[in-house]
């Protein structure tokens, strides 16, 4: 195991991963869905609730995460409610880490769920024109820079800047919808095609409807431990070896690159921490609320130059048996994405590692060895901050 980046002396393993029922849930509340994936991945983990003494989480309750603590009758003596998007568990997973390496926490609990897609159908939730028409966001929300304008525009940048084409952002659709075929936990597991991609309604140009991350319900838990519990684990642990963390932009007239994202500086940060390069990596799970999102994520954490996204995800690369596996089990694009998805990218990175992931779905090694080491990034607002997590087994 190479040497870790937790900053203490401690090191951290994932001890427990699990999801909630995933999709279209129509009878569970956030909440419950909070306790689902609590129980399922300290079952997951052969510990006793007794050893979490840290509790994180957020986008739930007027006073998050110490609703959801009550609801889930844990009274944590660490907390952590940070909140940016889709990073934030990333990020929370990172503090945690360096909890737990410092001796402040033992046992640290990650939970998330949503009932996103229910809302809308039932209609207790309704499309918004922005997060908010305060502070620096009152100078573009008047223009309808929606969120997904946003990414819009910054594809636009990269497509006329690097030559990217509409085809290969179409590419990392039509992969993502392919590994998702083997999940059965994936929410569209039909295959589609480049056309199907580019003939789709368009949202925001030039994204079409399958350019677009899905709307589902879901929640999932990661539960992270001090070495010291490691051999009471049901499972073998996955180790913690390196995290870092960025934040850019809220506003896009101050994004100096819209051809680069925080990943850039996270990626290189988690990559330094944790001792290893990108070429090391078998298996990368990236935020994918739209293509885009992949490929220059892919970019700035280090697995192609800059400019050369669009031609690295063509061929194949990103599927189970490619070059570089990514999403493995579908994504925001393919899979589930009930809000902030980040947690759901370690749950995947963790299963892969351990090769839990099941037949038709299971990345190996080209020598056919289980895979060793995975980069979880997870990316917040429109492209404002970002979180990498590397990971592996021993």
Partial sequence: MPSGSP??????AVAGV???????????????????????????????????DGFASAGLGTLAPVEVAEYLGLTPTWVDSTSVGGATWEVMAAH??????????NAVLLVYGSTARAD????????????????????????????????????????HQYGTTLDQLAEIAVQARANAAANPDAMYRTAITVDDVLS??????????????IRSDGGCAVLLVAEDHVADLAKPPVWVLGSGTAVSHTSMSQWPDFTVSPAAVSGRLAFQRAGVRPSEIDLAE??????????????????????E???????GRLLRDGALP?????????????????????????RQLRGEAGPGRQVHRPDGRLPQLAVASGTGGWFCSSGTMILGRD
């Fill in 7 to 12: 900053s203490g002396n401690r090191k951290v």
């Fill in 18 to 52: 699990a999801l909630s029922d995933c999709g279209r849930v129509d009878d569970a509340t956030p909440y419950a869905l909070h306790a689902q994936a609590a129980r399922r991945a300290l079952a997951d983990s052969g510990l006793d609730r007794s050893v979490i």
């Fill in 96 to 105: 945690a880490a360096d909890a737990i390496a410092a001796g402040h926490a």
């Fill in 120 to 159: 809308i159908k039932a209609g207790r939730r309704t499309s918004n024109l922005s997060f908010g028409a305060g502070g620096p966001l009152q100078f573009e929300v008047p223009y309808g820079h929606t969120l997904i304008a946003k990414y819009a525009m910054a594809a636009r940048r990269h497509m």
């Fill in 200 to 213: 789709g309604p368009m949202i925001a140009d030039p994204f079409t409807k399958l350019h677009c991350c």
């Fill in 286 to 307: 990236l935020y994918d609320a739209f293509t885009y999102m992949t490929l220059v994520t892919l970019e700035d954490l280090g697995f192609c130059a800059k400019g």
């Fill in 309 to 315: 996204g669009g031609a690295f995800v063509e061929k």
């Fill in 326 to 350: 990514v999403n493995t089990d579908g994504g925001g694009l393919a899979a589930c994405h009930p809000g902030m998805r980040g947690l759901f990218l370690l749950v995947e990175a963790v």
